[in-house]
């Protein structure tokens, strides 16, 4: 989860300067991510040929239940590749659940925005900035804090 919220800073770091996630911070936090979960699997002696086969089927299937918020224009194609790696970590279930609480978390921050901005054109908010925020949520409720 550590490499996760490092990769969800990182891009909400893009974003914020170039509102773009590159394709390259995502690709490479792909094969990183996927080489810790199957080294950690294979130092643990719990490595399984289906538990591979797992981490480009969460993927896929992430971004096929993604496609339609993208063809809406809700999200960009960063936001989406950015939930992909996150679903290959965190499955498929709590990826949603991230996903749909950062919706909620986008909704209410794009309220006073929309409101600052009336009348200026196209609105750009920052999803990622919401996907950061509703992982943590998402950590902190299933861990212990001491």
Not at 7 to 20: G, H
Not at 51 to 56: E, L, N, T, V
Not at 74 to 95: E, N, P
């Amino acid at each position: 989860m550590a490499a996760v919220t490092a990769v969800t800073l990182a891009a909400a770091a893009c974003d914020y300067i170039s509102y773009k996630i590159p394709n390259r911070l995502m690709l490479y936090a792909a094969f990183s991510i996927a080489g810790g979960i199957i080294t950690e699997a294979v130092w643990m002696n719990t490595c399984s040929p289906g538990m591979i086969a797992d981490i480009p089927a969460r993927m896929i299937v992430m971004l096929i239940i993604l496609i339609p918020v993208y063809l809406v224009h809700a999200v960009g194609a960063g936001d989406i590749k950015l939930m992909c790696v996150m679903a290959s970590v965190t499955g498929i279930k709590r990826a949603c659940v991230i996903f749909a609480v950062a919706l909620v978390i986008s909704a209410l921050y794009g309220i006073p925005v929309l409101i600052r901005r009336r009348g200026c054109g196209m609105h750009r908010i920052h999803f990622s900035y919401a996907i950061l925020a509703a992982l943590i949520m998402s950590i902190l409720s299933t861990q212990i804090i001491w």
